[in-house]
T-cell receptor
Framework: GAVVSQHPSWVICKSGTSVKIECRSL??????MFWYRQFPKQSLMLMAT?????????EQGVEKDKFLINHASLTLSTLTVTSAHPEDSSFYIC????????????FGPGTRLTVL | QQQVKQSPQSLIVQKGGISIINCAYE??????FPWYQQFPGKGPALLIA?????SEKKEGRFTISFNKSAKQFSLHIMDSQPGDSATYFC????????????FGSGTRLQVQP
């Protein structure tokens, strides 16, 4: 199957700092990428949908000014957590789709964010 | 509003047994129903998926049963192995629009040796 990578795999930062997480589709062009957040022992909650070259669509309750998403190319999307606080500590997972309507959604390995 | 309900929350099965996880959905516009397997600290991996035009799909030890009229689908894991111990998520989406997946709440499966 297609490969989606994330970097970094884990990050620890101080409260108030910003953290950038990268999501790359390694062997296909992703017209759409999704960002999910997963708290321990819980399901994946969709945060936002991003399409290459356009603004991200955020889910209700997700602060767009806090979680900045950029989908600059067909293989790269970034999530920046600005002014991170301990409650932002979570497992962030991206996924990607090609432009084919029936295609499979492939997930990255996730990024563990811990805010001290 | 939770659009995909999953049960049970946890499941313990003996090695060699059958694991069954159930999901029910509300949105009749959903076109695609995948199951994902997730190990701790890892991203979800696609296990098997089905579309509403078929009632069953089998891949190796994994089978999806789909009941369109009841709006339910289930995952059966035959000959369950300790290596199958993981969290399983059902999901659903439309093939038009954003095509974002809506996930069930997850089932933690433990296969005892």
């Amino acid at each position: 199957g297609a490969v989606v990578s994330q970097h970094p795999s884990w990050v620890i930062c101080k409260s108030g700092t910003s953290v950038k997480i990268e999501c790359r589709s390694l062997d296909f062009q992703a017209t759409t990428m999704f960002w999910y957040r997963q708290f321990p022992k819980q399901s994946l909650m969709l945060m936002a949908t991003s399409n290459e070259g356009s603004k991200a669509t955020y889910e209700q309750g997700v602060e767009k000014d806090k979680f900045l998403i950029n989908h600059a190319s067909l293989t790269l999307s970034t999530l920046t957590v600005t002014s991170a606080h301990p409650e932002d500590s979570s497992f962030y997972i991206c996924s990607a789709l090609t432009g084919i309507s029936t295609d499979t959604q492939y997930f990255g390995p996730g990024t563990r964010l811990t805010v001290l | 509003q939770q659009q995909v309900k999953q049960s049970p929350q946890s499941l313990i099965v003996q090695k060699g047994g059958i694991s069954i996880i159930n999901c029910a959905y509300e949105n009749t516009a959903f076109d695609y129903f995948p199951w994902y397997q997730q190990f701790p600290g890892k991203g979800p991996a696609l296990l098997i998926a089905i579309r509403p035009d078929v009632s069953e799909k089998k891949e190796g030890r994994f089978t999806i049963s789909f009941n369109k009229s009841a709006k339910q689908f289930s995952l059966h894991i035959m000959d369950s192995q300790p290596g199958d111990s993981a969290t399983y998520f059902c999901a659903a989406r439309r093939d038009t629009g954003r095509r974002a997946l809506t996930f069930g709440s997850g089932t933690r499966l433990q296969v005892q040796p």
